[in-house]
């Protein structure tokens, strides 16, 4: 589960310092707002990838792909990429656990035998 989900993690680190380049661009925000927020995210995704696996791990990963959508109404195109990316956070998750029990499975075997 740890490599496809930090594989996401980092694809939304460079999505958020690309959303981040384009949020420069309104006039209302200031460039300190924006990459103090983009940064914060951005280091979310890095951290993240180190505690994934850990207690809460997952959930923070959630809440983060909620903060990427809901960063569309800053940016409208991240309704669309945020919703990609909680898809490919919801595969990770999904398939990374079954990959685990797989893993686990085939060392008891290997062990038994």
Known sequence: MRTLC???LIGELFVIGFAGL???KDP???TGTVWAVSGIAM???VLLCGVITRPGGVALGWALQIALIASGFVVPT???LGAVFAALWWASVHYGRKIDEAKARFAAQADAA
């Open 78 to 80: 991240m309704f669309f």
């Open 28 to 30: 209302d925000l200031s």
């Open 22 to 24: 384009v949020a420069m």
């Open 6 to 8: 930090a594989s996401t």
């Open 43 to 45: 280091l979310l995704c």
